[in-house]
């Protein structure tokens, strides 16, 4: 940054945009990356599970309003990556809908490929997928939404923050523990409609509520998933946020990274979030 107005300014609107996601994202793309809402251990023996779900924001890895660069990295059990650029656009409406563009700007054969998401604000969820070699949008419904995203580990319902943890599941705490010497509180999940897991369990940083790590249980009580929020840093108003998300599938023994390279939180047009600027090349 050349001033110190512009740091604070990049400072604030990544504050704004990035969590875990998670969550369900994640909370979004998967979701995902969270926004704290509070800090302060102030009454921590006291908060209940609900109220400490409370304190996160979002289960999408970005929230808020503006657009992103970032990378999103896939590696398979041989340990073979390949790397995608994508822009993210991101908007919340006042009555609480939450609109999300991704859009595949690199290598050439993924190009152009879009994923509208449209939820929340009392409306039903509607997630469209655009490839340019099919020339035509498609939209993603039913139990397709829990199917892989695109060769990744999120699913499309965690990847456009389709779900979340305060309205789909119900909360339990359990004893905190510490987590790469941070104080966690830890809270199991119990998903209250249909999922593919039978629970949830999230270590959530007692200092600023943002979750560390969520592991997603199969119906056998076996570890399918865990989302890490990685390299968290201070942004110029002190505050802690994640840079990179992580997703590995540990019975595939895949592995998902996504980093936030650029971000802005300049508005962004509402003609991003319509069917037809899918098509749009």
Request: with cysteine.
């Amino acid at each position: 940054m050349l001033c110190e107005m512009r740091r604070q300014q990049r400072g604030s609107a990544k504050a704004a945009l990035a969590r875990v996601a998670a969550c369900a994202l994640l909370t979004g793309l998967l979701a995902v990356a969270c926004v704290p809402l509070a800090s302060g251990r102030a009454g921590a023996a006291d908060l209940t599970a609900q109220q400490i779900l409370d304190k996160i924001e979002g289960t999408t890895m970005l929230t808020g309003n503006g657009s992103a660069t970032i990378e999103l990295i896939t590696e398979n059990k041989r340990g073979q990556q390949r790397s995608n650029k994508l822009k993210v656009y991101r908007a919340k409406d006042s009555d609480g809908t939450d609109k999300q563009l991704l859009e595949y700007l690199s290598p050439a054969d993924v190009a152009g490929t879009k994923l509208l998401s449209i939820t929340g604000g009392g409306q039903e969820s509607q997630i469209w997928l655009f490839m340019p070699a099919l020339g035509r949008e498609r939209r993603i419904a039913g139990t397709e939404t829990r199917s892989k995203f695109m060769g990744t580990d999120f699913t499309y319902e965690e990847i456009s923050g389709g779900s979340t943890y305060k309205e789909n599941y119900k909360a339990e705490r359990l004893a905190d523990e510490d987590l790469g010497g941070r104080g966690c509180y830890v809270l199991r999940l119990t998903p209250s409609t249909e999922s593919d897991y039978a629970y949830v369990k999230m270590w959530v940083w007692r200092d600023e509520f943002i979750p560390l790590k969520i592991e997603f249980y199969n119906k056998d009580g076996k570890v399918r998933k865990v989302l890490s929020n990685l390299d968290l840093k201070k942004n110029s108003k002190g505050k802690w946020e994640p840079s990179t998300l992580e997703m590995s599938d540990v019975a595939a023994g895949t592995k998902t990274t996504i980093k936030i390279l650029e971000i802005s939180d300049k508005p962004v047009s509402d003609e991003y979030f319509t069917v037809r600027y899918l098509r749009r090349r």
